[in-house]
């Protein structure tokens, strides 16, 4: 922050003295204006950054997309939701990791969640919980007919050493079994996936996404104190709503955003922003629906 608040401060400091060059007809209009939307866009980018100032935001982030009702039609759509985030995370700096995927029958995914780290993985996705609704002409329709297709989208901040959560060994219960590829495929033939059902909240993690069941073991507690931070967080937000319950809040599992294909629109309904670029969207151009979601947050 202290970064970006220097290099705005330089900014408008340029401005300022390019503006006294143009009086003295050493500098042309077009070059003071120029410098003046690069200024604009420090302090937008510092103003953008300032929504980023939980505990939890800078943590890196556990993106869980589920399929809906719609049989392939939403398993497809889950997979371009996938395709979407990792595409969103290359062209940003994040790395990726796939922790557990289960696929579709006859396409796409059923169930899948990635591991998202770099800096302010978290903050910056947090606002994607939500149902993401496809409308298009699917392909998967012999009729060639219009469908809509729902999948659901929940991030959970992965806790490091920062923050202590005790889990109980007493409280746990574990299942292994083997750890499958796409398409039914064995990835190997010993049981290295596990199964974690955490008794006193009936949170139940899987991972398999290492070859060695003590790794999985590890990965599996981690994501456990993950959703369990998660869940506290949830119920002070819960909290925090009754209090102000004039506001507008992040509706977990509610609809947040529609992707109208054959229209050539997709709109955020909380924060009513929408662009036309649906390709751009899809191939994880989305940064514009991130900055709205949370400059609209901070504000109310």
Request: aromatic content about 8%; hydrophobic content about 35%.
């Amino acid at each position: 922050m202290g970064r970006r608040l220097f290099a705005s401060a330089r900014a408008i400091d340029d401005v300022e003295v390019l503006n006294d060059f143009q009086k003295e007809g050493e500098a042309t209009e077009e070059e003071v204006n120029l410098r003046y939307a690069e200024a604009i866009a420090f302090i937008e980018d510092l103003e953008f950054h300032s929504t980023l100032n939980k505990p939890e935001d800078e943590l890196n982030a556990v993106l869980e997309i589920n399929a809906g009702a719609g049989g392939t039609e939403s398993c497809d759509w889950s997979e371009m939701l996938m395709r979407m985030y990792v595409m969103w995370a290359e062209k940003n700096g994040y790395k990726v990791s796939e922790l557990n995927r289960q696929d579709g029958d006859v396409a796409g995914i059923k169930s899948v969640e990635l591991e998202i780290t770099g800096d302010f993985a978290f903050g910056m996705l947090k606002g994607e919980n939500g149902v993401h609704r496809l409308v298009r002409v699917s392909p998967f329709n012999s009729q060639g007919k219009r469908m809509t297709s729902f999948s659901s989208v929940f991030v959970h901040p992965m806790v490091d050493d920062r923050i202590e959560i005790e889990i109980k060994e007493s409280d746990l219960e574990w299942d292994t079994f083997r750890a499958s590829g796409a398409g039914g495929q064995h990835v190997n033939k010993t049981e290295s996936a596990v199964r974690a059902r955490h008794l006193p909240s009936g949170i139940v993690v899987e991972c398999q996404q290492e070859r060695s069941q003590i790794q999985n073991r590890e990965k599996a507690l981690q994501m456990l104190k993950s959703r369990l931070y998660e869940r506290e967080l949830q119920r002070q937000q819960e909290a925090r709503s009754k209090i102000e319950a004039g506001k507008m809040k992040n509706e977990w599992g509610s609809q947040i955003r529609s992707y109208v294909l054959d229209d050539r629109r997709v709109k955020d309904h909380r924060t009513s922003y929408q662009t036309s670029q649906t390709d751009a969207v899809l191939d994880g151009e989305i940064n514009d629906f991130l900055k709205a979601f949370l400059m609209f947050n901070h504000e109310n």
